[in-house]
Structures are given as structure tokens and as C-alpha cells.
């Protein structure tokens, strides 16, 4: 008889059903509660922490353009830790939300590409070379990797592949979307097909920030453009790759089978659990990076931008101010 309820049991557990939003309460119990009441906890603090950051950068002398920028940059840690709870208690909300994170995530590694040269300008007075051995490339020793300049054209190239991100990544999410809206098979069918297009344009985006972020960071190492831009892609690290491990543990039998419950909804518990933490840490450390204290705002060695450096570059294969205003106004 237990043989044949163990049997059973496998048998009804469909890896693809999605249980409403009352089975998965009532199946999870006092646990689901208690989850999310303490991811609406992190949601909140995550938010105050954006919302406070925010404040803080609106009240720099900083330019329009700048401000901006940093605030794209930060409305992706609670939208993303927002987006995680929605999906605990609601799990039919999943691809919706996985869909609203990375839109807004790509166009903030847009919004970062546009800071990088906002703040390079403003800290080199001669065109650095572009450090083009850099990861995901540099693991092929073989290609001939060029001595180059970063000069206007250049970075219209660069600029050209980390902009194909939030193009071809919104579009991919909404042939999903659409996908999802048809026979219950049909999207873990089909979505396979469309995920060497995600990898292959997250992986030029990546190539072409981490360019723009080693080569700036070379001649201006105190602006810490490193860590920013650390703090933004550990944001698709943890979304992407995090959450591709974790679907991989389900063939493992690391996640039960509880009817109406299966091992995809537990991984994407987890997931989405690991978000509303690493979300609150992550926007914990962008405010350290971006906070400028307001009694010292006036001395300009504490700030990243400092006043002194000239602006007007005389060489023509300098980094114009020109040209990073062009690119600044695109998504402004």
C-alpha cells in the first residue's frame, strides 16, 4: 500500500502546474505567512534605502544628467525585491515579475554605461586605451586583441552592443509573455529556443561594460568604478546564474514533491527568497558607494566628481565631452 501511494504521489506531481496563490498559502502553511511578512519587512527597508540614496544624490551639486542616472540605477534594488515577494505569494506571477526585473535591470546597465562616461569625462584629461582582454573574452588567449583609444567612434560601437541589451532582452520576455498565454506546454516547450539569444546578449553587454569599466577605472581608480559597476551586475548574477543553479538542483531531488506543490515551485521559493536578501545587501552597498555626506559635500576630495579637473580637451582622440553628451541624451 505505501508502495503504491509513493506511486501515486509521483505520478500526480506535475512539474509544470503552477498552484494559485490560496493552494500555495494553504500548502505551505504558517511558513508562507511568516515568509512573507518578513520579505515584506526586507521589501520596505530595501526601498528606504533606495528612496534615502535618492535624496541624497538630488541634493548634490551634481548635473541633471548624473542624478538621473544614479536614480535608474537604484530603482532596480527594490523593484527587483518587490518583484521576489509578489512571486512567493503569488507563484502564477513568476515570468511577469522575472520579466519586469530584468527590463529594468538592463536599462540600468545602460543607465551605468552613460555614469561611466558621465564621470570618466570629468576625471581624465587624455583618452585612456580600452582594455579589451576582459572577461568574458580574456579565457581566449588566441585573439588578437588590438592597442586601441577611446575615442568618439569606439564608443559609439560599445555603446551600439550594451544598448542591444535592453532591445533584444525586452523583446525575448515578451515573446515569452505571449507564449504563456497559450496552452500551459507551450512556453517550457518553446523558451528553450530562445535561451542561447538571452545568454548570447547578456554575455556582449557584459564584454562591452566591463570595457568601458577596466578602462576608465585604470586612469581614474578613485572614482571606484569598479565597485559600481560590481554592484549592478551582481544584480543579473544573482538573477540569472543564481536561479539557473537552482533549477538545476531540481533534477537533483534536493526540493519535494508535495502535490499541488512541485520541486519547480520550492526552487523558485528559494530563489526568490535568496532576491529579497541579496536585493536589501546589494542596495546597502550601492548607497555606500553613491552617499556623499552632506557636511562634507563642499570638499571636494570626498566626492567622486571633483571640481577642479579641466574639462576642455584638446586633443581629438581625447574622450570628448561632446560625444558623452550625445550618448547621455538618449534614454534621458
Not at 103 to 117: A, G, M, N, Q
Not at 129 to 152: A, E, Q, R, Y
Not at 210 to 226: C, D, F, G, Q, R
Request: hydrophobic residues 45%; proline residues 6%.
Amino acid at each position: 500500500m505505501e508502495i503504491f501511494d509513493e506511486y501515486r504521489l509521483n505520478v500526480s506531481c506535475d512539474s509544470n502546474y503552477v498552484p494559485s496563490a490560496i493552494e500555495h498559502i494553504e500548502s505551505l502553511g504558517t511558513f508562507a505567512i511568516v515568509l512573507v511578512c518578513i520579505g515584506a519587512i526586507f521589501s520596505i527597508v530595501t526601498l528606504y534605502l533606495a528612496m534615502d540614496a535618492t535624496y541624497n544624490v538630488l541634493s548634490q551639486k551634481e548635473t541633471g544628467l548624473y542624478k538621473s542616472n544614479v536614480i535608474s540605477i537604484f530603482s532596480i534594488y527594490p523593484i527587483a525585491s518587490i518583484c521576489s515577494l509578489i512571486v512567493i505569494a503569488i507563484p502564477r506571477a513568476q515570468l511577469l515579475s522575472e520579466t519586469v526585473t530584468q527590463v529594468f535591470l538592463t536599462v540600468s546597465f545602460y543607465r551605468l554605461y552613460l555614469l561611466l562616461i558621465d564621470v570618466g569625462r570629468r576625471k581624465i584629461t587624455k583618452a585612456p586605451s580600452l582594455m579589451l582582454k576582459v572577461g568574458p573574452c580574456c579565457c581566449w588567449p588566441c585573439l588578437p586583441f588590438p592597442n586601441l583609444d577611446m575615442i568618439d567612434s569606439r564608443l559609439t560601437w560599445i555603446r551600439l552592443i550594451i544598448l542591444q541589451l535592453p532591445v533584444i532582452q525586452g523583446l525575448l520576455y515578451f515573446i515569452m509573455l505571449i507564449m504563456a498565454l497559450d496552452e500551459q506546454n507551450t512556453l517550457p516547450m518553446y523558451s528553450e529556443w530562445l535561451q542561447p539569444f538571452l545568454v548570447i546578449s547578456i554575455l556582449f553587454a557584459l564584454y562591452g561594460l566591463t570595457i568601458t569599466t577596466k578602462s576608465l577605472h585604470a586612469v581614474a581608480p578613485e572614482a571606484k568604478l569598479n565597485f559600481k559597476t560590481m554592484v549592478c551586475q551582481m544584480v543579473l548574477m544573482f538573477s540569472k546564474a543564481q536561479a539557473a543553479i537552482i533549477k538545476i538542483l531540481i533534477y537533483t531531488g534536493v526540493f519535494p514533491c508535495r502535490p499541488p506543490l512541485s520541486p519547480k515551485i520550492y526552487a523558485n521559493v528559494t530563489q526568490n527568497t535568496l532576491m529579497l536578501i541579496e536585493m536589501l545587501l546589494l542596495c546597502v552597498a550601492a548607497r555606500y558607494l553613491y552617499y556623499v555626506d552632506p557636511e562634507r559635500k563642499e570638499d571636494s576630495s570626498t566626492t567622486d566628481r571633483p571640481k577642479d579637473k579641466p574639462h576642455n580637451l584638446t586633443n581629438n582622440k581625447d574622450l570628448p565631452e561632446q560625444v558623452s553628451t550625445k550618448i547621455a541624451v538618449v534614454f534621458t
